[in-house]
């Protein structure tokens, strides 16, 4: 199956600087890739849509100054967490929707990245 | 009312029991119906996905649509206690490459050896 990478697999950091956290889509290409947040035993909460080659779209209440989304190629986006507080601190996944396979509108997740910000 | 309602659980079972997970939806629109496991700390996979009603099988997985009561079911058989995750119900809609999936809050299963 279609597999997604996230990098770091954990980040720890200090209150108030930045994090990139990176999404590959290894072996297809992805023309949206989605990024999520998980409080711990809570379900997926999508925070932005993220397009190549556009802007991203963000849910309402998510902060785009804060939680800066890239995605430059069919293959990779990335998460910046801007001047990270610890209430930022949380599971952040990644997603990418596949354009081949029976079902286009597959979605294949990465593994997740943890963040704790000090 | 929540576009899908999913019984967070926790959900205990024998070892070698059938496992009966269920979703109810709210949207008629929903054409794509997903089941994810999601192991502690680690991302969703997906387990089964279908479009239409009725069962789907997948070896001891059975995913179960109705689309008139709007209501998904996933079925496990023979359960394992590598099955302990949570299962996530999921769907959407069609035609859109926009189009956003909706998750259930997940049921957190635990097989007792």
């Known amino acids: 199956g279609a597999v997604v990478s996230q990098h770091p697999s954990r980040v720890i950091c200090k209150s108030g600087t930045s994090v990139k956290i990176e999404c590959r889509s290894l072996d297809f290409q992805a023309t949206t890739m989605f990024w999520y947040r998980q409080f711990p035993k809570q379900s997926l909460m999508l925070m932005a849509t993220s397009n190549e080659g556009s802007k991203a779209t963000y849910e309402q209440g998510v902060e785009k100054d804060k939680f800066l989304i890239n995605h430059a190629s069919l293959t990779l986006s990335t998460l910046t967490v801007t001047s990270a507080h610890p209430e930022d601190s949380s599971f952040y996944i990644c997603?990418?929707?596949?354009?081949?396979?029976?079902?286009?509108?597959?979605?294949?997740f990465g593994p997740g990245t943890r963040l704790l910000v000090l | 009312q929540k576009e899908v309602e999913q019984d967070p659980g926790p959900l205990s079972v024998p070892e070698g029991a059938i496992v009966s997970l269920n979703c109810t939806y709210s949207n008629s629109a929903f054409q794509y119906f997903m089941w994810y496991r999601q192991y502690s700390r680690k991302g969703p996979e997906l387990l089964m996905y279908?479009?239409?009603?009725g069962n789907k099988e997948d070896g001891r997985f059975t995913a179960q649509v109705d689309k008139s009561s709007k209501y998904i079911s996933l079925f496990i058989r023979d359960s394992q206690p590598s099955d302990s995750a949570t299962y996530l119900c999921a769907m959407s809609l069609l035609g859109n490459r926009d189009d956003k999936i909706i998750f259930g809050k997940g049921t957190r299963l635990h097989i007792l050896p």
């Open positions: 997603s990418a929707r596949s354009q081949r396979g029976p079902y286009q509108e597959t979605q294949y």
């Open positions: 279908t479009y239409s009603s």
